[in-house]
C-alpha cells in the first residue's frame, strides 16, 4: 500500500522546499563532516556510507534514519495526514478498581483526587479477580455528570452493564466515554483460550448497546495487549488493525453503517521510551486507520487514539529511572497526535502506586502541555524528513502485517492459529539480545544500577497479568556497568 505523508506549509497544503539545491549542498556537507567524526573510530567511513553507518533499527529490523532529505522520502501526496483538532490531550488517569490495593485511599477517592489534581477522564481497570462489586462501589462513590470514563474488565459485557446500572436516569456521562474493550484483548495479555466467533459477536453486541443506552461513543481497540506480548511498533500497529476491522465487522452486520461504527471505537497504543518511532507509530496509524476507512468508502472520521505509557520498559530495580522515561513517552505520544495520555505512575511495577506518585504521573501530561506547550502545534512533526520516512516505514511495515493477519481469517483466527504471537515473541526475542549485549541500554538497571539495589519482589497488583518486561531476570545489582 502506498501511503502518503504530507509536509504541510502555512496554508495547509503539501509543498516541498523551493530551495531544493540547498538542501542537496546542505545534506553533502553533512556526510563530509559526519564521516570526520566517525572516522576516529572507523577509519573507513566515508560520505557515502555515513548514513548505513548511522542508522539504527527497530526490533522488527526497520530502519530508523538519523537523517532524512526529500530524497529518502516517497512522495509526498496531496493529501495530510489526519489530525486532531484538540489542543493539548485528554490527561486520563489510571484507577486500579480494588479492594486489596493496599492504598490509604478507596478507588472513589482515588477517582476524585484524580479529577482535582487535573485529570480530564478516568480509565477504570477492574482487575481479573476483583468482583464487579467492587467497581459498582467505585461508580456509586463519585459524581457521573459530564464524566468521561473508560470503563476496561477482562469481562467487558458485565461491566458495562455495571456502567448502565451506575449512570441511572437524568446523568449523562461525556460523549467519549469508553464502555469497554475488544474481546480479544484478554485473551492476548493471559495466553488463554481465544473466544469463538458467537462470543465475540454477543460481546460486541452487548458493548454497542450498551453505549447507546448511556449515549456515548466507544468501544476500545488495545494494541496495547500486542505490545505487552512483545509486539514491535509495526507489529502493534497491524494488531491494531485488525482489531478495528473486526470491530467494524460486527457492528456493520446490522443496520449501523461504516461511518457510525468508526465513530464508535477508540484505539489504544503503547508509548515508549524510543522517542522517534513513538512519534511515528501514532502518525502512521492515524493514516492507516484512515487508508482502511477510505478503502470502506468513508471519509472525514480520523481515528482516536488513546497513547499510554508502556508497561515493559517500566524497570523494578530502579523505578525512579522510570519518571524519565514516562515523560519522554508522553511527550512523544503528544507530538505524534495522540487524543488522551495516561501516563502510568514511575513505580507502577515496583509497588502500589500512592498519592504522590499518582500525582507526579498526571503532572507530566500537565508539564508537557502548560508549560512546554507541546499540544500547541498540530502534527509538529510535519516536514521532518527522518520523521516522515519512518512514518512511511512503519506505516507500510504495519499494513503488510495487517495483511498476513487477514489472510489467515482476521484477528480472531490469526490469535487462534498462533503465527501472530510467534512474531510478536520474535521481536520481544530480540529486544532481549539488545539489552543483554548493551546495544539497547537501560539506565538503571544494565548501565549505572544503583551501588544498594534491592532485589526485586514479586510484581504488585497492576490490573494485569504481568507484560513481557524489558528488564532482564538476572543483572548483578552494585556494580556500575559503564
Same mark, same amino acid.
Given at each position: ?49 555515513? /548514513? ?123 460523549? +467519549? ?44 481497540? +488495545? ?28 457492528? =456493520?452486520?446490522?443496520? =449501523?453503517?461504516?461511518?457510525?461504527? $468508526? ?14 518511532? @513513538? ?5 502512521? $496509524?492515524?493514516?492507516?486507520? +484512515? /487508508? ?16 499510554? @505509557? ?6 523494578? #530495580? ?21 487524543? $488522551?495520555? @495516561? ?15 499518582? /500525582? ?32 512511511? @516505514? ?27 504471537? /510467534?512474531?510478536?515473541? $520474535? ?5 532481549? #539480545? #539488545? ?48
Amino acid at each position: 500500500m502506498a501511503i502518503d505523508t504530507a509536509r504541510l506549509g502555512a496554508d495547509g497544503t503539501a509543498r516541498l522546499d523551493a530551495d531544493g539545491a540547498a538542501l542537496v549542498a546542505e545534506e553533502s556537507a553533512w556526510r563530509e563532516l559526519a564521516a570526520g567524526v566517525l572516522r576516529r573510530n572507523h577509519p573507513d567511513a566515508t560520505p557515502a556510507t555515513v /548514513r548505513r553507518s548511522l542508522t539504527r533499527t527497530t526490533v522488527e529490523g526497520l530502519p530508523v534514519p538519523v537523517l532524512g532529505t526529500p530524497a529518502t522520502c516517497e512522495p509526498v501526496g496531496s493529501s495530510p495526514i489526519p489530525v486532531t483538532e484538540r489542543v493539548g490531550w485528554d490527561v486520563r488517569s489510571l484507577i486500579l478498581v480494588t479492594d486489596g490495593t493496599g492504598s490509604t485511599d478507596a478507588p472513589a477517592d482515588q477517582a476524585r483526587r484524580e479529577s482535582a489534581g487535573g485529570s480530564t477522564s478516568l480509565w477504570l481497570r477492574l482487575p481479573p479477580d476483583e468482583s464487579l462489586d467492587v467497581l459498582a462501589g467505585c461508580l456509586a462513590g463519585m459524581p457521573l455528570d459530564g464524566r468521561c470514563l473508560a470503563v476496561d474488565a477482562d469481562d467487558s459485557i458485565a461491566a458495562a452493564r455495571v456502567l448502565v446500572e451506575a449512570v441511572g436516569s437524568g446523568v449523562r456521562l461525556h460523549p +467519549d466515554t469508553v464502555v469497554g474493550v475488544d474481546p480479544f484483548a484478554a485473551a492476548v495479555r493471559s495466553g488463554g483460550a481465544v473466544p469463538a466467533a458467537g462470543e465475540c459477536a454477543a460481546a460486541v453486541r452487548a458493548l454497542t448497546e450498551a453505549a447507546d443506552t448511556l449515549g456515548v461513543g466507544s468501544i476500545a481497540a +488495545d494494541g496495547t495487549a500486542a505490545h505487552d506480548a512483545g509486539a514491535g511498533e509495526a507489529g502493534e500497529l497491524g494488531w491494531m488493525l485488525a482489531v478495528g476491522v473486526a470491530l467494524l465487522r460486527e457492528m =456493520t452486520s446490522g443496520s =449501523t453503517d461504516v461511518a457510525a461504527a $468508526a465513530r464508535r471505537i477508540e484505539f489504544r497504543l503503547a508509548a515508549t521510551v524510543q522517542l522517534y518511532p @513513538t512519534v511515528a507509530k501514532f502518525r502512521a $496509524a492515524r493514516v492507516l486507520w +484512515d /487508508r482502511v476507512l477510505q478503502l470502506c468508502g468513508v471519509s472525514g472520521v480520523p481515528a482516536r487514539l488513546h497513547a499510554v @505509557t508502556s508497561r515493559p520498559m517500566l524497570t523494578r #530495580r530502579d523505578p525512579e529511572t522510570n519518571l524519565l522515561r514516562t515523560t519522554v513517552a508522553a511527550f512523544a505520544a503528544g507530538a505524534g497526535g495522540a487524543d $488522551a495520555v @495516561t501516563v502510568l505512575p514511575y513505580d507502577h511495577a515496583a509497588r502500589v502506586s500512592g498519592a504522590a506518585a499518582r /500525582r507526579w504521573a498526571r503532572n507530566i501530561s500537565h508539564l508537557l502541555i502548560a508549560e512546554s506547550h507541546v499540544g500547541q502545534a498540530v502534527d509538529p512533526a510535519a516536514g521532518a524528513f527522518a520523521v516522515e520516512e519512518l512514518t512511511q @516505514t512503519l506505516a507500510e511495515a504495519a499494513w503488510a502485517e495487517f495483511g498476513r493477519i487477514e489472510a489467515a481469517g482476521g484477528a480472531r483466527a490469526a490469535l487462534a492459529e498462533g503465527a501472530v504471537g /510467534r512474531r510478536w515473541a $520474535a521481536a520481544a526475542d530480540e529486544r532481549d #539480545r #539488545r539489552i543483554a549485549d548493551g546495544r539497547q541500554p537501560l539506565i538503571g538497571v544494565t548501565v549505572h544500577p544503583p551501588a544498594t539495589a534491592e532485589p526485586p519482589g514479586p510484581p504488585p497488583v497492576s490490573g494485569w497479568p504481568p507484560p513481557r518486561t524489558w528488564e532482564p531476570a538476572d543483572v548483578p545489582s552494585g556494580k556500575d556497568a559503564s
